[in-house]
């Protein structure tokens, strides 16, 4: 009779937490979708993009021998075909975990970190050293593509965030103002203090929040009205007052 | 309860086990609740699974060898010559690509290799490396949701003891560094340990959320349409409560098919 009992018990409890799971809101799911979204640069694209698709899939079952362009390839491309490349395609690999999975009510946060940009794809050394040797002709292709698209893709917010590209931080914000939809450009600010270890926001309750001991990559704290003015004014702050 | 009482009959069964061959933990047929009410790449449902056997340990550089020795199969990272390493001093999730690496060096030439660790878990293999060996040694991985019950040990909870994360201590070879820039190992171990070397789950199944991240077959809820990406769950030594946090029940993570990390291994199913 116990064991009939606990099994009843059990039966109405898994039925009762399965109705738990609540399906996240259109807009919210619609929201990590906009958050992921690269920006492809027009820049060579046909032809970059054919190298790209000959390095990642060979016929229907298997992937080719490596992922990143032969030396002479890279070398071969243009400047701004190799701007392309690298923001179209990671050529080193990423590990298993995702550090940002889709969250309940996206479109109301301001996570720490920014999702990633290419999956299980990473950029590679080259790829990076080709940021940080062109910062301003990358940068300045960066501008010439947000005006004309309208948007900053992951890409091109992990490019600017791996270069530290403060110089940015005007441009974001008007960006930003527009709409005020894309919070992973605070993101970004937040981003660019961390690095930059700038001291009214690492004693802040928000850094606290977002990048302190009991942090993790998905992290985040609510976006309102308050914690936008005030990452807003702390970056003004920073920029302001930023030496290079 | 009936199911329990099956398992832990199954448990007292015979675990015997060479060098050569892991241990098994058979699970019975049944329902089993999976998943998180939280979560929304794996929400919680309702599966029937048949029986199936575990195996109780991650697959060992020892067994790799046998297969290696016995076929000669070469593996995506001795092929490609783009394993991807770890040493301390790098940034979150920045690993390094190197050309020396492989299974029998899983960091680097430069970083040792497994003549002292055949008893550790194999790394440095890619997924279709780990389902080269199941097919020469007639076994298989384990699906996601096989994996995720075997892990769960007939628990609800985001841990297979409860929610309290504090206690993976003592069943997990993990990160406990604030960062990876300087070396921990406070729990012994800074990259692999020898199987087995943590307590296992209450059915007998080691190191499920940590040591290495262990390959799944089958696609995610979340995978695109024709996506060839793979899964693999659990946790590994590089992982910390500061960086994906994923060394749980729950999360699936997502990894080229042909890449090949020093966190990375699998268990076996027949």
Same mark, same amino acid.
């Given at each position: 009779m116990k064991i009939l009992l606990t099994g009843l018990l059990l039966s109405v409890s898994l039925f009762a937490n399965a109705?738990?799971?609540?399906?996240?809101?259109?807009?919210?799911?619609?929201?990590?979708?906009?958050?992921?979204?690269?920006?492809?640069?027009?820049?060579?694209?046909?032809?970059?993009?054919?190298?790209?698709?000959?390095?990642?899939?060979?016929?229907?079952?298997?992937?080719?021998?490596?992922?990143?362009?032969?030396?002479?390839?890279?070398?071969?491309?243009?400047?701004?075909?190799?701007?392309?490349?690298?923001?179209?395609?990671?050529?080193?690999?990423?590990?298993?975990?995702?550090?940002?999975?889709?969250?309940?009510?996206e479109q109301k946060k301001v996570f720490g970190q920014l999702p990633s940009a290419f999956g299980e794809f990473s950029w590679s050394d080259r790829q990076l050293k080709f940021f940080n040797d062109n910062q301003d002709s990358v940068l300045a292709l960066i501008r010439e593509s947000v005006n004309r698209s309208k948007r900053v893709g992951v890409n091109y917010k992990e490019a600017i965030v791996a270069m530290n590209a403060v110089e940015m931080i005007p441009f974001l914000e008007e960006v930003y103002l527009k709409d005020k939809k894309d919070h992973d450009i605070l993101t970004i600010f937040l981003l660019l203090m961390k690095e930059n270890k700038y001291a009214p926001f690492l004693s802040s309750v928000s850094y606290k929040k977002l990048y302190g001991n009991d942090s993790d990559y998905g992290t985040y704290i609510d976006f309102n009205s308050a914690n936008e003015a005030l990452i807003l004014q702390r970056v003004n702050d920073f920029y302001k007052n930023y030496k290079k | 309860m009936i199911r329990y009482l099956l398992i832990i009959a199954s448990l007292l069964g015979s675990m015997h086990t060479t060098a050569q061959q892991p241990a098994f933990v058979t699970i019975p047929a049944a329902r089993y609740v999976v998943g998180d009410s939280n979560s929304i790449n794996n929400p919680i449902r309702t599966i029937v699974l048949d029986s199936f056997q575990i195996s109780a340990t991650e697959i060992t550089n020892e067994q790799f060898a046998a297969f290696v020795q016995a076929t000669g199969y070469i593996t995506d990272a001795e092929r490609r010559h783009d394993a991807m390493v770890f040493e301390p001093g790098l940034p979150e999730y920045k690993w390094i690509k190197d050309s020396t690496?492989? @299974?029998?060096?899983?960091?680097?030439?430069?970083?040792?290799?497994?003549?002292?660790?055949?008893?550790?878990?194999?790394?440095?293999?890619?997924?279709?490396?780990?389902?080269?060996?199941?097919?020469?040694?007639?076994?298989?991985?384990?699906?996601?949701?096989? @994996?995720?019950?075997?892990?769960?040990?007939?628990?609800?909870?985001?841990?297979?003891?409860?929610?309290?994360?504090?206690?993976?201590?003592?069943?997990?070879?993990?990160?406990?560094g604030r960062d990876h820039l300087t070396a921990d190992s406070s729990d012994g171990f800074m990259y692999t340990a020898p199987v087995g070397s943590f307590a296992p789950n209450p059915w007998g199944l080691y190191d499920v959320y940590g040591n290495v991240f262990e390959f799944c077959q089958g696609h995610a809820k979340f995978d695109k349409p024709g996506s060839k990406v793979v899964h693999a769950r659990g946790g590994s030594w590089w992982c910390s409560k500061n960086s994906c946090n994923y060394f749980n029940s729950v999360d699936i993570g997502t990894v080229h098919p042909h890449a090949s990390f020093s966190n990375q291994g699998f268990r076996v199913v027949r």
């Open positions: 109705q738990d799971y609540k399906e996240p809101s259109k807009e919210s799911q619609e929201y990590g979708v906009y958050r992921s979204k690269v920006t492809i640069p027009p820049y060579g694209l046909p032809k970059v993009k054919a190298m790209v698709s000959g390095l990642e899939l060979e016929g229907d079952n298997d992937y080719n021998e490596t992922a990143a362009l032969t030396a002479k390839a890279w070398n071969a491309l243009s400047f701004r075909e190799k701007f392309t490349y690298c923001m179209i395609h990671g050529e080193n690999f990423s590990q298993n975990c995702d550090a940002s999975p889709p969250v309940q009510d | 690496a492989s @299974w029998r060096f899983p960091n680097g030439r430069s970083r040792g290799d497994i003549t002292e660790k055949m008893n550790h878990p194999v790394t440095t293999i890619s997924y279709r490396d780990a389902v080269a060996f199941c097919e020469w040694a007639g076994y298989r991985l384990p699906t996601l949701d096989e @994996w995720e019950v075997a892990a769960r040990a007939g628990s609800r909870t985001r841990y297979f003891w409860g929610n309290n994360r504090d206690e993976i201590k003592r069943y997990a070879n993990l990160w406990y």
